[in-house]
C-alpha cells in the first residue's frame, strides 16, 4: 500500500525559508524517480522539482536557482529545501512519484499535503 506523508510547511515572511520532508512507504523508493508538486487555489497542480534515482534533478522554471530538490533512499524520504519565497508560491505542497503513484485500482495515490504560506 502506497504511503505518502509530507511535513514541513508553514507561515513565512517572503525572502524566507522552508525545508518539506515526504516519508514514502509501499514503493521501491530507491528505484523510483520523484516529485514535488503543489496546487493553489485557482491554480492547475504544478510540477515543481522532480529528481530521478540516480539524484539527476529537474525544476520548474518558477523555482529554479531558488528551490533544490533531494533524496535519502535509506530513509525513503524526498527533501525540498525552499529559499528566498515568494507569495506566489503559496500553495499545497505534495510529493509523488514521477509519474503520480497509484494503487492497485490504477487511481492516483496522495498524501495529505502540506500547506506553504508566504506573506508578503
Known amino acids: 500500500q502506497v504511503q505518502l506523508a509530507e511535513s514541513g510547511g508553514g507561515l513565512v515572511q517572503a525572502g524566507g525559508s522552508l525545508r518539506l520532508s515526504c516519508v514514502v512507504s509501499?514503493?521501491?523508493?530507491?528505484?523510483?524517480?520523484m516529485a514535488w508538486y503543489r496546487h493553489s487555489p485557482g491554480h492547475a497542480r504544478e510540477l515543481v522539482a522532480g529528481?530521478?534515482?540516480?539524484?539527476?534533478?529537474n525544476y520548474a522554471d518558477s523555482v529554479k536557482g531558488r528551490f533544490t530538490i533531494s533524496r535519502d533512499n535509506a530513509k525513503n524520504t524526498v527533501y525540498l529545501e525552499m529559499n528566498s519565497l515568494r507569495p506566489e508560491d503559496t500553495a499545497v505542497y505534495y510529493c509523488?512519484?514521477?509519474?503520480?503513484?497509484?494503487?492497485?485500482?490504477?487511481?492516483?495515490?496522495w498524501g495529505q499535503g502540506t500547506l506553504v504560506t508566504v506573506s508578503s
Open positions: 509523488n512519484g514521477f509519474p503520480v503513484l497509484s494503487d492497485q485500482s490504477d487511481l492516483e495515490v
Open positions: 509501499g514503493i521501491s523508493f530507491s528505484v523510483d524517480a
Open positions: 529528481i530521478s534515482s540516480g539524484g539527476y534533478t
